[in-house]
Nanobody, 123 residues
Framework: QVQVAESGGGLVQAGGSLKLSCTGS????????MAWFRQAPGKEREGVSV???????VYADSVKGRFTISRDNAKNTLYLQMNILKPEDTAMYYC?????????????????WGQGTQVTVSS
């Protein structure tokens, strides 16, 4: 049984930092593209960043230079370091695993999803 679980969300002031973690179980973690998505109330889920299974990272323009994605395949864990947070970063953040090479911000390409962790940035 595959499980993906996020942690690390919370309330932070604008300009602050948070680090999200995502742990996978029941899957060959290193064989998956691992991604972070987010969804704000009333908006569609959008891609934030992808850690490509062969190495390399992709970022949405809105977070480039502020967020850093990383993965530790030995620990089956994905991370998202978020710095210089803005109120518009407020959303539920989801971790997703996709069994493919390369990268994608299409939610339909991902096989497994976590339940999400809430990030709220106050102004």
């Amino acid at each position: 049984q595959v499980q993906v679980a996020e942690s690390g969300g919370g309330l932070v002031q604008a300009g602050g930092s948070l680090k999200l973690s995502c742990t996978g179980s029941g899957l060959s973690f290193g064989a998956y593209a691992m991604a972070w998505f987010r969804q704000a109330p009333g908006k569609e889920r959008e891609g934030v960043s992808v850690a490509i299974r062969s190495g390399g990272e992709v970022y949405a323009d809105s977070v480039k230079g502020r967020f850093t994605i990383s993965r530790d395949n030995a620990k089956n864990t994905l991370y998202l370091q978020m710095n210089i947070l803005k109120p518009e970063d407020t959303a539920m953040y989801y971790c997703a695993a996709g069994f493919f090479g390369g990268w994608s911000f299409n939610t339909r390409d991902y096989n497994y999803w976590g339940q999400g962790t809430q990030v709220t940035v106050s102004s």
